[in-house]
């Protein structure tokens, strides 16, 4: 239901002032609401454009002018960057995205087949198993996790995260795919049934096929958990080898306070990925926040 | 279900619920295994302690300071950022053209990572080269300018201000989605029947969109609670604890201190406070939902 309900673009409501209404309310609404939306816009914006700004000036630029255009153009602050450990951490990053979430997408679809398409009692429960993880908060898993990942001698590698972000993945991921799994039409399944098929074949062949959708949703909604995670990295990770993006930037705060659009160009090259996901699937990744939040109603 | 089908049905939960079992939920019976211990990491003896941890948690200056700010936080994000999440979603979709680009440019601080956000609000408030006080300078008003993050008196509410604006938009998107599906015809009778925009909004929009509201309550009561990387990057809860988050405080006892035990009380708290509230708010949007049936 709510994939259905917030995929169709947005048409649905008429704005309040239409022509063919009685007097009273004035043109003006409709300026006012530009202006305001042009405020609340400049307020979200400005950080932003001061990073983007930033990170194209030189350090003398910015020093001058912190808050102006730059007087001329410079990537000087980005190719920078891969001399440092930039680079190193951007693509700790991208292994550590790229296991999680295809980890992610397996297991909760495995997990969501039979508690959308099994009749038994047992699934409910299930299912608020799996939901009330989304309440729990991380800082209550840390401590035993952190014990956990030493005694398995995973401590300083990459691979101790795999876990944790998976699991904290799960429930999101497997209530989307299990709500969509449930629309399938049952015509889908039949002839698959009268072929005799078992669910290991219904569910390769059926199911996954036409849930590329949603699993493009989750995929998506866990990329952008993952990119952006900071304390299970600060805590399982210690030598800056290892790092990911966000405390590569955190340890470079830390190296390179002088150097502030040296600093903003990483910022900006840490934040091009999930805006391009974005920008390529934004109706994926709306449904899939809106996912966790419309359910049931 | 027969015996063969129910094999089968927990054959393909089996590695979810192997991973989640192991991540989350031992992880969450261990901290309260722990909370009874005094404990200084692997290679030295636990020991237990029965209550003392609660007991010491209870009389411990700190760990109240960190609660009454966390309830701050809380109070903002409930009654300040979902209400500008829900502005910024009537912008959206009251806008008559491209909605898809307001959306996308309200919702930009969401997609930055967090450590971005905190970096960047850094420079915001930065006394020197800040933005905040380059503003206030340029209009005139220097005698405002301060360190933001530098004084106990405001550091606090800056660090909400950066949270503020790094999660209203992510309850924005929802409300989107929300009132896009709102049926249209619902606001044509009422405009025939003479209501105006306001009204609209107070008796139709709002009233629908009750289930959303306390979803996001939960939501955003939940994101309060465990709130943690912005402030332990913008001011690691200093200056003196000012800005000290339970989450922040529970992070220095144990892997700064290395009072696991402790740390897990702290952690048990967190806990426990969100599974009270949102069984409480559960409860009254159910309780709600059943008197509205039971009028008809």
């Given at each position: 239901m709510t994939s259905a309900v917030v995929d169709r673009t947005p048409t649905g409501r008429q704005p309040a002032?239409?022509?063919?209404?009685?007097?009273?309310?004035?043109?003006?609404p409709r300026a006012a609401r530009l202006v305001i939306a042009s405020i609340a816009a400049v307020l979200s914006l400005f950080p932003f454009v001061f990073m983007l700004l930033g990170s194209l000036k030189t350090r003398g630029d910015f020093l001058d002018h912190?808050?102006?255009?730059?007087r001329e153009i410079t990537l000087a602050n980005f190719t920078g960057l891969f001399s440092a450990d930039f680079g190193r951490y951007f693509l700790n990053s991208i292994v550590i995205a790229a296991v999680t979430v295809t980890g992610t997408v397996v297991l909760a679809i495995l997990a969501a087949y039979p508690l959308s398409r099994f009749r038994t009692r047992l699934n409910t429960p299930m299912m608020l198993l799996f939901l009330a993880g989304i309440m729990v908060p991380v800082h209550v898993t840390l401590i035993p996790i952190y014990v956990l990942t030493q005694q398995l001698t995973?401590?300083?590698?990459?691979?101790?995260l795999f876990g944790p972000f998976i699991a904290f993945n799960l429930p999101i991921a497997v209530f989307v795919l299990a709500s969509f799994f449930r629309q399938i039409p049952e015509a889908l399944f039949d002839a698959a049934k009268i072929d005799g098929a078992g669910h290991w074949r219904i569910l390769r062949n059926v199911v996954v096929p036409v849930a590329g959708p949603a699993i493009s949703t989750v995929a998506i909604i866990t990329f952008i958990f993952v990119w952006n995670e900071f304390v299970f990295a600060l805590v399982l990770l210690s030598s800056q080898?290892?790092?990911p993006l966000p405390l590569g930037l955190n340890a470079f705060y830390g190296q390179f306070s002088v150097n502030i659009p040296g600093m903003m160009a990483a910022l900006t090259l840490a934040t091009i990925p999930s805006i391009l996901f974005y920008l390529v699937a934004q109706e994926r990744v709306v449904s899939g926040l809106a996912a966790g939040a419309l359910r049931g109603e | 279900m027969i015996r063969s089908e129910r094999l089968k049905w927990a054959a393909f939960l089996a590695p979810a619920l192997a991973v989640y079992a192991v991540f989350l939920i031992y992880p969450v019976v261990q901290s309260g295994v722990l909370s009874f211990s005094s404990w200084a990491g692997p290679g030295r003896p636990s020991i237990p302690v029965g209550l003392d941890n609660y007991r010491e948690l209870f009389g411990d200056p700190i760990f109240w300071r960190a609660l009454r700010n966390t309830v701050v936080l809380l109070v903002v994000s409930v009654f300040v950022q979902l209400p500008i999440g829900l502005g910024l979603a009537l912008i959206v979709t009251s806008a008559r053209r491209a909605r898809r680009l307001w959306r996308g440019v309200f919702f930009i601080p969401t997609l930055m990572s967090t450590v971005a956000v905190a970096i960047l609000w850094r420079f915001v408030y930065s006394p020197d080269y800040g933005i905040i006080n380059g503003f206030l300078r340029g209009v005139?008003?220097?005698?405002?300018?301060?360190?933001w993050l530098g004084q106990t008196s405001t550091a606090l509410f800056a660090v909400i201000g950066a949270n503020v604006w790094q999660w209203a938009p992510f309850y924005m998107i929802i409300y989107v989605a929300a009132l896009v599906g709102l049926d249209p015809e619902v606001y044509e009778a009422a405009a025939l029947d003479g209501a105006d925009g306001w009204q609209k909004f107070w008796h139709i929009t709002l009233p629908l969109l009750r289930p959303v509201l306390f979803t996001t309550a939960i939501l955003s009561l939940a994101g309060s609670i465990k709130a943690f990387d912005l402030v332990y990057i913008m001011t690691d809860g200093g200056p003196s604890n000012s800005t000290e988050l339970l989450a922040t405080y529970m992070f220095r006892q144990g892997f700064?201190?290395?009072r696991l035990g402790y740390a897990s009380t702290i952690a048990m708290v967190m806990f426990l406070i969100t599974f009270v509230l949102t069984v409480v708010v559960l409860l009254r949007s159910n309780r709600r939902e059943a008197v509205e049936k039971a009028r008809g």
């Amino acid at each position: 239901m709510t994939s259905a309900v917030v995929d169709r673009t947005p048409t649905g409501r008429q704005p309040a002032n239409r022509d063919d209404r009685p007097l009273r309310v004035s043109r003006w609404p409709r300026a006012a609401r530009l202006v305001i939306a042009s405020i609340a816009a400049v307020l979200s914006l400005f950080p932003f454009v001061f990073m983007l700004l930033g990170s194209l000036k030189t350090r003398g630029d910015f020093l001058d002018h912190p808050f102006g255009l730059p007087r001329e153009i410079t990537l000087a602050n980005f190719t920078g960057l891969f001399s440092a450990d930039f680079g190193r951490y951007f693509l700790n990053s991208i292994v550590i995205a790229a296991v999680t979430v295809t980890g992610t997408v397996v297991l909760a679809i495995l997990a969501a087949y039979p508690l959308s398409r099994f009749r038994t009692r047992l699934n409910t429960p299930m299912m608020l198993l799996f939901l009330a993880g989304i309440m729990v908060p991380v800082h209550v898993t840390l401590i035993p996790i952190y014990v956990l990942t030493q005694q398995l001698t995973m401590y300083d590698s990459i691979a101790a995260l795999f876990g944790p972000f998976i699991a904290f993945n799960l429930p999101i991921a497997v209530f989307v795919l299990a709500s969509f799994f449930r629309q399938i039409p049952e015509a889908l399944f039949d002839a698959a049934k009268i072929d005799g098929a078992g669910h290991w074949r219904i569910l390769r062949n059926v199911v996954v096929p036409v849930a590329g959708p949603a699993i493009s949703t989750v995929a998506i909604i866990t990329f952008i958990f993952v990119w952006n995670e900071f304390v299970f990295a600060l805590v399982l990770l210690s030598s800056q080898a290892n790092y990911p993006l966000p405390l590569g930037l955190n340890a470079f705060y830390g190296q390179f306070s002088v150097n502030i659009p040296g600093m903003m160009a990483a910022l900006t090259l840490a934040t091009i990925p999930s805006i391009l996901f974005y920008l390529v699937a934004q109706e994926r990744v709306v449904s899939g926040l809106a996912a966790g939040a419309l359910r049931g109603e | 279900m027969i015996r063969s089908e129910r094999l089968k049905w927990a054959a393909f939960l089996a590695p979810a619920l192997a991973v989640y079992a192991v991540f989350l939920i031992y992880p969450v019976v261990q901290s309260g295994v722990l909370s009874f211990s005094s404990w200084a990491g692997p290679g030295r003896p636990s020991i237990p302690v029965g209550l003392d941890n609660y007991r010491e948690l209870f009389g411990d200056p700190i760990f109240w300071r960190a609660l009454r700010n966390t309830v701050v936080l809380l109070v903002v994000s409930v009654f300040v950022q979902l209400p500008i999440g829900l502005g910024l979603a009537l912008i959206v979709t009251s806008a008559r053209r491209a909605r898809r680009l307001w959306r996308g440019v309200f919702f930009i601080p969401t997609l930055m990572s967090t450590v971005a956000v905190a970096i960047l609000w850094r420079f915001v408030y930065s006394p020197d080269y800040g933005i905040i006080n380059g503003f206030l300078r340029g209009v005139g008003l220097e005698d405002l300018a301060q360190g933001w993050l530098g004084q106990t008196s405001t550091a606090l509410f800056a660090v909400i201000g950066a949270n503020v604006w790094q999660w209203a938009p992510f309850y924005m998107i929802i409300y989107v989605a929300a009132l896009v599906g709102l049926d249209p015809e619902v606001y044509e009778a009422a405009a025939l029947d003479g209501a105006d925009g306001w009204q609209k909004f107070w008796h139709i929009t709002l009233p629908l969109l009750r289930p959303v509201l306390f979803t996001t309550a939960i939501l955003s009561l939940a994101g309060s609670i465990k709130a943690f990387d912005l402030v332990y990057i913008m001011t690691d809860g200093g200056p003196s604890n000012s800005t000290e988050l339970l989450a922040t405080y529970m992070f220095r006892q144990g892997f700064t201190n290395y009072r696991l035990g402790y740390a897990s009380t702290i952690a048990m708290v967190m806990f426990l406070i969100t599974f009270v509230l949102t069984v409480v708010v559960l409860l009254r949007s159910n309780r709600r939902e059943a008197v509205e049936k039971a009028r008809g």
